[in-house]
């Protein structure tokens, strides 16, 4: 999955009240959609870089700790120890 694709699938799933209620895509959500397409580390960059280029803003989830385990695996993991969880489109 090139870049560019990954951008306009975030975008279209950000964009989808079901998956995004109140304008947030949870990144789990994310990473199904992305299965077999892209791998975690190509997620995770292109992540990042559509974070600094201003194109979403990433976010944590208030009560990260309470999410099931799988959940919590599947956020993004900053080298910080930050855990990012949802994604708003600006």
Do not use: N
């Not at 951008?7 to 949870?26: C, F, I, N, S, T």
């Not at 994310?30 to 975690?40: E, F, H, N, P, Y």
């Amino acid at each position: 999955m090139s870049y560019d694709d990954f951008k306009a699938l975030v975008r279209e799933l950000a964009e989808q009240d079901d998956l995004a209620p109140h304008g947030l895509l949870a990144i789990p959500a994310l990473r199904r959609k992305c299965a077999g397409r892209a791998s975690r580390a190509e997620q995770d960059g292109f992540l990042v870089r559509l974070h600094g280029e201003g194109t979403i803003h990433l976010l944590s989830h208030v009560e990260f700790d309470k999410l099931p385990p799988a959940l919590r695996q599947d956020a993004l993991h900053l080298p910080s120890g930050q855990a990012l969880y949802w994604i708003r489109w600006l």
